[in-house]
């Protein structure tokens, strides 16, 4: 980004709000929601800042603006703080307006009335009571701001939206507290409510950063988020998608139902998922792009009417898909594509996503089975045990989605095929396992280390065991602590080879506490009686366990892996 797109300042909300500029919340962008939790902090902030001995400034967060005139912004993040504390100035309003119509001070608080809306409100006119606003909040919440809580007028509570009346209601609440904190002040509470406007202003401060355009609105979210800051550019290709259609001259009733659509997805994903969905989404059918691109890609895309709802359809098409990788336990998968995809999130890969959801537009229930399979089988080769680089391997999942798309690929092995240069090959997954070593400690990996032994064990024995069930334990046979009796291992190696998965095997829950860090001649008789055929197998094969044991053992393993996790077995 040029600096001449971008700019960023700390801001107070007297030079923010105070200086002749004004504010808009983009026409689609999300409606007020904020609750008195929400309330409740920023209040407690705010009187921090006014309260004898209180802190000399409170950092606000972010505020992200896009103008073109540096006159007139579009609040692109940072919408409930502002909309909020217009409300705080309007509750400090209607308190003194109480004043005035109490015969309290009225000249002096008249003008404080006065100051104070043209400086952080906007001006009203005498005759209309029409205000010309410093904010304007969206084409949801604008009228019910403009209308009612700006003039200080009566405030209906029927007929109206669920954000209108939380704005309503975050009205009230703040006039109740600012009346409480003016009433401590009794003999001078038109003094006590301008000092509340006035401190706050000059002690809550914001970084502020102005960019000129969506495209670089969204490469700040993308920073920041990339910084910890989650924003929401889920809100921002809303705005920008929306803003198509109202260039279009739809009718309202069709926009609004169109961003019902948008909101029930939004809901179902949770607005920070929702951006990888949408990329998983494009990339399963249109061309590859990286995170950081997606929002240039679908603008220069998605251009008008016919786009928009394309776009939308598709999304809606693939949601189920998603949910059933993202959260499968609540899917209407089968119980054996539910597995698949459960132990993909263990893992903790997400690069096959774009082919499996175009996987299951384009195959037969069985072939679409075989092809997520297949992806746990490639994902355990290359990520788990290969720990191998990612950068490139969503393209070649992306090629494979391609030719599904084009109808080059309509069963599982023509899948495959296309999905070898990320396979990894026997010779090498065996020399990779036959060396692996996971810390059990994690316990992500203390899953996959009972998941990895329970797959061996079905392998070599028929017995299914669930992986997650408490009746067993991973026993570490030299143990992760290990006496003095252990002395055929050197602490180095003790070090290196505590976690390798050659040491590890399947144990009940009860035996497993009793041996503790027992020597292996007090271990061999427990393993020996264990109801795992691999567990029973190492204390028969193995009168001593010293390092050439564990590692001939954990090659054996590897032998036996490689004909548990393959492909070629599911064409």
Request: contains cysteine.
């Amino acid at each position: 980004m040029s600096a001449t797109n971008f700019k960023t300042e700390n801001n107070t909300y007297r030079k923010l709000i105070g200086n002749g500029l004004t504010y808009r919340i983009p026409r689609f962008q999300r409606d007020y929601s904020w609750t008195e939790e929400e309330w409740e902090d920023l209040w407690s902030d705010t009187l921090g800042t006014v309260q004898d001995g209180g802190e000399p400034a409170h950092y606000m967060g972010y505020l992200v603006l896009q103008s073109q005139d540096d006159k007139t912004f579009d609040v692109i993040d940072g919408q409930q703080r502002l909309t909020t504390l217009s409300l705080i100035v309007l509750a400090v309003l209607k308190n003194i307006q109480r004043l005035v119509d109490e015969g309290k001070n009225p000249d002096q608080n008249k003008q404080r009335l006065e100051q104070i809306r043209n400086t952080y409100v906007g001006y009203l006119d005498p005759v209309t009571l029409i205000t010309r606003s410093k904010l304007t909040l969206n084409r949801n919440n604008n009228q019910y701001f403009q209308n009612y809580l700006v003039p200080l007028g009566h405030l209906p509570v029927r007929g109206f939206r669920a954000s209108e009346h939380s704005l309503r209601k975050a009205f009230e609440w703040y006039e109740k507290r600012v009346r409480e904190h003016a009433r401590k002040h009794a003999e001078e509470e038109g003094i006590a409510l301008a000092s509340l406007v006035e401190t706050m202003s000059d002690r809550l401060f914001f970084t502020v950063i102005s960019v000129t355009d969506e495209l670089n609105a969204y490469k700040v979210f993308e920073t920041l988020n990339a910084r910890g800051v989650r924003l929401s550019s889920t809100d921002l290709l809303k705005n920008y998608l929306f803003s198509v259609l109202h260039r279009s001259d739809e009718h309202e009733t069709e926009m609004r139902v169109m961003e019902d659509r948008w909101e029930s997805m939004v809901s179902r994903l949770g607005a920070e998922s929702f951006p990888d969905f949408l990329r998983s989404h494009w990339n399963s059918r249109h061309s590859f792009v990286r995170q950081s691109e997606l929002f240039k890609t679908i603008r220069q895309k998605i251009q008008n009417r016919a786009a928009v709802f394309e776009l939308l359809r598709g999304m809606e098409e693939d949601m189920d898909t998603y949910l059933g990788l993202t959260n499968p336990e609540a899917s209407h998968w089968s119980p054996a594509l539910k597995t698949h995809a459960q132990h993909l999130r263990m893992f903790r890969v997400r690069q096959p996503f774009p082919l499996i959801l175009a996987a299951y537009r384009a195959l037969t229930p069985d072939q679409f089975a075989k092809v997520l399979r297949g992806c746990v089988v490639i994902a355990f080769r290359y990520n788990v045990i290969g720990n191998l680089p990612t950068n490139e391997q969503e393209r070649v999942y992306f090629g494979a989605a391609q030719k599904m798309n084009q109808g080059l690929a309509t069963q599982a092995l023509q899948v495959f095929e296309a999905l070898q240069e990320i396979y990894l090959k026997d010779e090498s997954f065996k020399a990779v396992f036959s060396e692996k070593t996971i810390r059990t400690t994690d316990t992500r990996n203390n899953r996959v280390v009972r998941y990895i032994l329970c797959e061996l064990e079905k392998q070599v024995s028929g017995q299914d065991w669930d992986f997650e069930s408490d009746a067993f334990n991973v026993e570490h046979v030299l143990p992760q602590n290990p006496q003095s009796n252990w002395t055929q291992f050197s602490d180095q190696e003790v070090e290196d080879m505590v976690y390798r998965i050659g040491n590890m095997a399947l144990l009940t829950k009860g035996a497993n506490k009793d041996i503790g860090n027992a020597s292996f001649a007090v271990k061999r008789p427990v393993l020996a009686a264990a109801p795992f055929v691999l567990t029973q197998k190492l204390a028969s094969d193995n009168e001593d366990w010293t390092p050439s044991r564990m590692a001939g053992r954990q090659k054996t393993l590897a032998k036996l892996a490689s004909t548990v996790w393959r492909i070629d077995q599911l064409s």
